[in-house]
């Protein structure tokens, strides 16, 4: 393991939760020097309406499977436990009274939109932020006042294009989703009849 002490923060509705996720995951364990992530399925999303948005601890069961023996990631109910919305700025705080040193993985299309974010120059002076390329959105697009003096470290990886919603969309046209999720994620989805019945697939390698 590595000596570093500093544990990255993964925020996100994890709906389902899929391979690119874990990708960031890795590629910021890798890169960044961390000692573990965290993902944190949130419960009530500020920036997102509720309607349609599976259940919170359902949502936080995929990605208990999803990370099943992958002893450097785990997943955290904080969100999930705290009443009301998911404010970043409340998880930031609180992890890092546990945590001491941490650290804010998000993907550069929703960074980019911070000043809408609650306490928004606080959450920024609060940790470094890593950040996932994501949505078009290029370093140099993160030079406005807001980010001015803000440790941004950026992942080298190839742009995110698989998303939760293009996930939910394929089950509930009943396309084959092999390769996007984890096979033990896809099996929940199943055996739960989420989204819709995932069609039957060669098993993954």
């Known amino acids: 393991m590595s000596s570093c002490s500093r544990v990255g923060l993964f925020g996100g509705t994890f709906d389902p939760i899929h391979n690119a996720h874990l990708e960031v995951a890795r590629q910021s364990l890798a890169q960044m020097n961390l000692s573990k992530v965290i993902l944190i399925p949130s419960k009530h999303p500020p920036h997102k309406s509720e309607e349609g948005m599976?259940?919170?601890?359902?949502?936080?069961?995929?990605?208990?499977?999803?990370?099943?023996g992958k002893d450097d990631l785990e997943v955290s109910p904080v969100e999930i436990n705290r009443k009301g919305p998911s404010y970043t700025i409340d998880t930031l705080k609180e992890m890092k009274k546990v945590y001491g040193e941490i650290a804010f993985i998000v993907g550069a299309d929703n960074l980019i939109n911070i000043d809408t974010w609650k306490e928004p120059e606080k959450l920024l002076d609060s940790c470094p932020f890593i950040v996932a390329p994501r949505g078009g959105i290029l370093k140099g697009d993160f030079e406005?006042?807001?980010?001015?003096?803000?440790?941004?470290?950026?992942?080298?990886?190839?742009?995110?294009?698989?998303s939760s919603t293009e996930v939910r969309e394929r089950i509930m046209e009943g396309q084959p989703v092999d390769g996007m999720v984890?096979?033990?994620?896809?099996?929940?989805?199943?055996?739960?009849?989420?989204?819709?019945?995932?069609?039957?697939?060669?098993s993954e390698s």
Do not use: C, H, W
């Open 182 to 202: 984890p096979q033990r994620v896809r099996n929940f989805i199943r055996e739960n009849n989420l989204y819709k019945v995932v069609p039957e697939e060669v």
């Open 144 to 162: 406005k006042d807001i980010f001015r003096g803000k440790d941004l470290r950026f992942l080298n990886m190839g742009e995110i294009s698989l």
């Open 54 to 68: 599976t259940e919170a601890d359902v949502r936080y069961e995929m990605v208990k499977l999803a990370i099943k």
